[in-house]
């Protein structure tokens, strides 16, 4: 009897274990985050339980699931604001799953949690201390073997009875009952030696093709997997009309070294059958049927997946739970490389990474990146800072709650940094509506200190003069716009006339198409000399005079600053296109939200990690004291000279 013989013999254990445990915590976050997109993360075994995750996720009817490798996983930039992490991992130790921690915390993922048999492992201990959960699954031996046994059926059983949980009616210990009866079935000496007999001419030298309802993915994962770890012979995975499209050429060359599985169920069993009859008869072949290839029909796939693992070892006289495993294999696994390098990549450089690939730009390297992010931490933390200029919608106040008075931590800031003698502005691209906020929160003394550049710095007013009273002056070329846009006001679900001025906002919700607008508004432009543009925000447009620029406010305050002074300037729009991108391109700028494609341009202290008002407030706290009238940014609370290394 071989290792993985001895395994699936205590596997029953295991399954009573887990079905004996309460799955209420763990099915309240599974329906918590049903409306999520969720990205499920696991290698090897593990990668079986992500796959069965997803398929549970699927038959409930939750929001979309991708299943990726830690390497996948980690080498993406892009963020995860909006969606959940699972990471799958038996013993929560390796360094691929420490690598995947560290990036689903720097892309900003909504939630992140561990699903493992080790809840002491580093991984799930670092994960904890970052806010995520952690969900332990019972097992009778805390050893494997080399190929996941126990630590695998422990996750499928518990995701079987929490996903039943979820559901309108759950079968609860019917459930149960009948998981615990069909895995002693599949386990039982008469199915494994029917199994034995199924891949009795199996050879070595042979190509398994594995052909799979995609419903049974976590099936045909588990046999793809478990045949190159073990290395029983070749084998690819496909489904029936994948396979159909050139990929049976394989069998017209070689059909005397192919054996065919056919995984299979009863929706799409016309599909499965056809093709299945047009292979050649002397292709050796065995079929499994699977039912409705739903959760529980899924979780005693993986279960007989073993039992067929080791018939097919015993086939070509290799143990799958002991296969031999050479010097450098141990190495390779144990290998650091992904963490070592995911540590080095803060997710500010993950972000303006990001940025770049969304311009599809010859980027820098991210190591390139990783010094130019240095760089221009170190000049901000030595700048003396004597003003600040800061953009509102997005930044001071949340795009969503644009039309109510900032937050009181925010506003306390303010007074604080005014007590210390920094001048605080504003640049932004409304009008009235935001001294009219800001009106509420500072007296009339206040009120006159603090310079407000509306319509993107067209008009420059302190804060206590009513823009709606003392309007600027009308320009002749708004004048055209405003006309250009009553002839298109096709383009509008509804019109109103805007009001003469410097500017004209756009709202984006009151566009048929924002792209239909672009295209038309960029053929109008020129038309008057281009002395107008098209400045963007995440919920509009404004169609300014050209010579507004959010760097008026800044020249404004400068010359209240002693010379060796600088001018902070905080925005959240910093794309190219974005209307702060001018404003916090230089090196004393920050962006609390989207940032361009170029390491000289803007930059994100916080990457995805925080955004809009939350990154400001932070800012803004950290700033101390640095001689009359200045300020610094405080390293220490910003963790600007470190670099977070989970596990260390």
């Not at 502005?425 to 200190?449: C, N, P, Y």
Request: net charge negative.
């Amino acid at each position: 009897m071989g290792r993985l013989s001895t395994k699936l013999d205590e596997l029953p254990s295991t399954v009573v274990m887990c079905l004996g445990a309460n799955p209420a915590d763990l099915a309240f976050e599974l329906l918590n985050g049903k409306d999520r997109p969720t990205i499920a993360v696991g290698s090897g075994g593990s990668a079986i339980s992500a796959e069965y995750f997803r398929r549970c996720r699927d038959t409930c009817g939750f929001a979309r699931t991708a299943v990726e490798t830690p390497m996948q996983f980690v080498t993406d930039m892009s963020g995860l604001s909006g969606i959940d992490v699972w990471l799958f991992t038996a013993g929560a130790e390796n360094a691929d799953i420490m690598a995947a921690v560290q990036s689903a915390h720097q892309r900003g993922a909504s939630h992140v949690f561990i699903v493992t048999r080790n809840p002491g492992g580093r991984a799930a201990v670092r994960l904890t201390e970052l806010g995520g959960m952690v969900f332990t699954v019972p097992v009778s031996d805390q050893k494997d073997g080399f190929l996941a046994t126990h630590s695998l059926i422990a996750t499928v059983t518990t995701l079987l009875l929490a996903f039943d949980a979820t559901t309108e009616v759950p079968f609860g210990e019917e459930l149960a009952d009948r998981f615990e009866s069909a895995v002693k079935i599949e386990l039982s000496k008469t199915s494994r030696e029917e199994y034995r007999a199924s891949f009795s001419r199996l050879t070595a030298t042979d190509t398994l093709i594995v052909l799979s309802e995609p419903q049974l993915s976590p099936v045909s994962a588990l046999i793809d997997t478990s045949v190159w770890e073990a290395s029983i012979c070749n084998v690819q995975s496909t489904d029936f009309r994948n396979f159909s499209h050139g990929r049976h050429t394989w069998l017209h060359h070689r059909r005397d070294a192919t054996f065919i599985v056919a995984l299979t169920g009863l929706d799409w069993q016309p599909v499965h059958a056809s093709v299945l009859s047009l292979i050649p008869p002397d292709v050796r072949k065995s079929a499994f049927d699977f039912g409705n290839c739903g959760r529980f029909e899924n979780a005693i796939g993986i279960v007989r997946g073993l039992a067929l693992i080791e018939a097919m070892g015993h086939a070509v006289d290799v143990d799958p739970g002991k296969p031999g495993v050479g010097s450098f294999g141990r190495e390779v696994y144990d290998d650091e490389a992904l963490y070592t390098s995911a540590k080095k990549i803060e997710s500010a450089v993950r972000h303006k990474y990001a940025a770049a690939l969304e311009q599809d730009s010859a980027s820098p390297s991210t190591p390139e990146l990783a010094e130019a992010f240095l760089e221009r931490t170190a000049a901000l933390k030595d700048a003396k800072i004597g003003a600040i200029v800061l953009d509102y919608d997005g930044t001071v106040v949340r795009t969503e709650d644009r039309f109510a008075p900032p937050e009181n931590e925010i506003a306390d800031q303010f007074f604080r940094l005014r007590e210390l003698g920094v001048s605080v502005a504003i640049a932004t691209g409304r009008g009235g509506s935001v001294g009219e906020d800001l009106r509420q929160i500072f007296d009339a003394e206040a009120q006159k200190d603090i310079l407000i550049g509306y319509y993107n710095g067209a008009y420059l007013q302190p804060l206590d003069v009513d823009i709606d009273v003392n309007r600027p002056d009308p320009d002749s070329d708004i004048d055209e716009a405003i006309g250009w846009m009553e002839g298109n006001n096709h383009l509008f679900c509804c019109f109103d006339k805007p009001k003469r001025g410097v500017q004209i906002s756009i709202q984006k919700r009151d566009l048929v198409s924002a792209d239909q607008f672009e295209l038309a508004i960029s053929e109008f432009l020129p038309s008057v000399g281009n002395r107008l543009r098209l400045d963007r925000s995440a919920h509009s447009y404004d169609l300014v005079v050209a010579r507004a620029s959010k760097l008026n406010v800044v020249q404004a305050v400068q010359g209240k600053v002693s010379e060796d002074a600088v001018v902070l300037c905080i925005g959240d729009s910093g794309t190219v296109m974005g209307n702060d991108h001018d404003l916090i391109s230089s090196a004393s700028g920050i962006s609390v939200d989207t940032v361009c494609c170029s390491p000289e341009g803007s930059w994100s202290l916080f990457g995805y990690e925080h955004s809009g008002p939350d990154a400001l407030r932070q800012i803004l706290a950290s700033l101390i004291p640095a001689g009359k009238g200045c300020v610094r940014l405080a390293p220490d609370v910003l963790k600007l000279d470190k670099r977070v290394e989970i596990g260390t």
